[in-house]
């Protein structure tokens, strides 16, 4: 699969997203990664839907929404209607995950489904086949710029095991602790979509965004 580097704006200047955005965009990163917390699935909170309006305006990129918000189902629709090209819902979050991958299908928006660090990659075996991207955090989800825990690579190696074994066209994300000196064991274990906050946007993201993407070549 093609890989992919995914700047997640939660670690921008808001002040001035638009030209947060035209940097990333400039320097070649394919995806923007937009994090949704509600407070309540993890403790802080973001910002959402009127937001991604808005930068729905000043970017082509595939915005990839991931939602850490509890029962998202409430939101699916809402959030394609927004821009959204791939939702991502927490698997810990949904009671009924069959049903709210069904209906982000019917949306007509890409699905993908997410793990926290403890979450078993078993836990989704049945549904990998309907979903286009697995996302593995790699920390747990709450906040930016936190190490990356080690075990969760065995997970992205499990993952990319079963997606070979089984020839599914599947994306592996890794979010959480990725950068200069991380992401190359990400991309050794399979991972092919790089989400990264801090290692983007602090410091030169323009330089940022093309040191990282020259080493995912
Ligand atoms: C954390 C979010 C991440 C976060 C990553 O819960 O899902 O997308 O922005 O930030 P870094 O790359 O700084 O770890
Ligand atoms: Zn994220």
Do not use: W
Not at 42 to 70: A, C, E, N
Not at 184 to 212: Q, R, W
């Amino acid at each position: 699969m093609e890989k992919c580097l995914a700047p997640s704006i939660l670690a921008a200047d808001f002040g001035i997203l638009k030209e947060q955005l035209e940097l990333i965009d400039e320097a070649g990163a394919q995806y923007v990664h937009f994090d949704v917390m509600d407070g309540v699935f993890v403790p802080s909170i973001s910002f959402g839907l009127p937001v991604l309006k808005s930068i729905r305006k000043y970017t082509d990129r595939l915005i990839d929404v991931h939602l850490m918000i509890v029962d998202p189902e409430r939101y699916v629709k809402d959030f394609a209607e927004a821009g959204a090209d791939i939702i991502t819902v927490h698997a810990e979050a949904c009671k009924h995950l069959d049903a709210t991958i069904e209906m982000i299908k019917k949306c007509g928006t890409m699905v993908g489904v997410a793990l926290n660090p403890s979450t078993p990659v078993g836990s989704i075996a049945h549904v990998l086949d309907k979903v286009d991207m697995v996302l593995i955090m790699t920390v747990n989800p709450g906040f930016g710029g936190q190490k990356l825990i080690d075990y969760t690579l065995d997970k992205v190696r499990e993952l990319s095991e079963i997606v070979a074994t089984k020839k599914l066209k599947l994306d592996i994300e890794v979010d959480g602790g990725i950068n200069r000196d991380t992401i190359e064991k990400v991309l050794d274990a399979g991972a092919n979509i790089i989400v990264a906050g801090s290692a983007v946007f602090k410091g030169d993201v323009k330089e940022n965004t093309k040191n990282l993407l020259e080493k995912m070549r």
